[in-house]
């Protein structure tokens, strides 16, 4: 009987940061069929950006279990669906890729390797964490295969659906829903005190010269009103990786600087830095839309110029745009209500049936006669034999989706010394990242 049939469904999720894990969980919960019980298992691919417990603390999405894997590992998990793809050996209804391009391209060779013979098999969902400014062709396409591919907005949805017909590729997948963490309480006006909270990015800006300007200005505009607390939110702690890396953490740059009393760090659930915010400032991040939600101010920041490489040109047209200059005197913008509405953002309803859609085809999928179709990327070996291969071998599988040889052993789990090895490589890495390689490249500009 089909898990539809059961009101029960069984979730895998695999993510590779603390923010996909979060867009993943979340997503599942979501886009499942509506009165249906779920069983939810966590798989953190391991790598860089493997959230440490207090990120995953912070982002606050539980699971039924979770556990750290390598793509092999994971593969091995998912071949188990004849036996132990469950911790009860029952095989999964939906399984959600909540990675980066290539890994999800990864990992559709590698299950449509392991399930080429069997029509029974999870539904495969896939997306996008937040906003797509850049390389919107590459990492469409290497998420083609899935079931559904998941866009956040009606405009998403549409350049989806161009992109795919553009290449001659199926665009059925593509399935509009909203970011699925936007929530909470309505802003009802302005608080005592005043907080203005600066959301950072990781890598926007990557300067050291431009991150220090708008710390310079977040702390001149805490001076310029000493009755306003002024946050800056950040993502995380030195030595810790989001979805991208962070080799100028602000926490070091602040300790130049002399920033007054109402000045401060915080970290923690964005909604609930949200919950106190009368004014939310960005130069491009996903928090912007969240804050949107809310009929939070919002400014997305001009001073850097309005570019493609700090991705605030996704907000051309929105009515957010403007400078600290302005914010300084006082200016508070108004969003075009249209161009809200074309982002999923749903500040006026609508958001709590944003994805029913994606669970009816869920629901359809699952009841779907004799199964469920091959997984069928658009990249195989015949249509990209010079970019599929080294996709596929980062994650130690071979162009057919076979482990390559010499790959790490995935026919068992990793003993005691092999996690140990594991940690203390992920901790060199992280240390290489943060501490030598910005050394490396100073050097290199004497």
């Given at each position: 009987m089909p898990a539809s049939a059961t009101k029960a469904l069984r979730v895998a999720v695999l993510a590779d940061s603390d923010t996909r894990w979060k867009w993943g969980a979340l997503t599942a919960s979501r886009v499942c069929p509506a009165d249906t019980e779920i069983h939810l298992d966590g798989y953190l691919l391991r790598g860089r950006a493997t959230p440490t417990p207090r990120q995953l603390r912070e982002v606050g999405v539980g699971a039924d279990s979770l556990r750290e894997v390598t793509a092999l590992e994971f593969l091995r998990a998912m071949d188990g669906a004849r036996g132990d793809g469950a911790r009860d050996g029952k095989p999964y209804d939906v399984l959600v890729l909540a990675l980066v391009g290539g890994g999800v391209q990864a990992m559709l060779h590698g299950l449509g390797r392991l399930w080429r013979d069997r029509a029974e098999r999870p539904v495969v969902v896939t997306g996008y964490v937040g906003v797509v400014y850049e390389k919107l062709a590459d990492g469409l396409l290497l998420r083609h295969g899935a079931d559904l591919v998941l866009a956040n907005s009606r405009q998403d949805a549409e350049r989806f659906r161009a992109v795919y017909e553009g290449v001659g590729a199926d665009p059925a997948a593509v399935t509009e829903v909203a970011l699925p963490f936007l929530g909470g309480a309505a802003y009802a006006g302005e608080r005592d005190p005043y907080t203005v909270v600066f959301a950072a990015q990781p890598s926007v800006p990557d300067s050291r010269k431009d991150r220090t300007y708008l710390l310079d200005r977040l702390i001149r505009h805490a001076r310029l009103h000493p009755g306003r607390e002024v946050l800056l939110k950040l993502r995380s702690r030195p030595g810790e990786h989001t979805t991208h890396i962070e080799e100028l953490p602000y926490q070091k740059l602040v300790q130049r600087a002399d920033p007054p009393p109402n000045f401060r760090l915080v970290y923690g659930h964005m909604g609930d830095v949200l919950d106190r915010t009368d004014l939310l400032v960005t130069v491009s991040s996903t928090a912007a839309l969240e804050?949107?939600?809310?009929?939070?101010?919002?400014?997305?920041?001009?001073?850097?110029?309005?570019?493609?490489?700090?991705?605030?040109?996704?907000?051309?047209?929105?009515?957010?745009?403007?400078?600290?200059?302005?914010?300084?005197?006082?200016?508070?913008?108004?969003?075009?209500?249209?161009w809200v509405a074309r982002q999923g953002v749903a500040a006026d309803g609508g958001y709590d049936t944003a994805f029913d859609e994606a669970g009816k085809r869920i629901a359809a999928l699952l009841a779907r006669p004799g199964g469920l179709p091959p997984l069928a990327p658009y990249y195989t070996p015949a249509t990209a034999p010079g970019y599929l291969p080294g996709i596929l071998a980062r994650h130690h599988l071979a162009p057919d989706g076979t482990p390559l040889p010499g790959a790490p052993a995935a026919d068992r789990p990793p003993g005691p010394v092999r996690q140990v090895v594991r940690r203390a490589a992920r901790g060199a890495y992280r240390h290489g990242v943060q501490r030598v390689a910005p050394v490396i490249r100073r050097m290199g500009e004497l």
């Open positions: 804050s949107l939600h809310r009929r939070i101010p919002t400014v997305v920041l001009t001073d850097l110029g309005v570019r493609e490489a700090l991705g605030n040109h996704h907000f051309v047209g929105s009515g957010c745009l403007a400078s600290w200059d302005q914010l300084d005197a006082g200016h508070r913008p108004v969003p075009d209500p249209e």
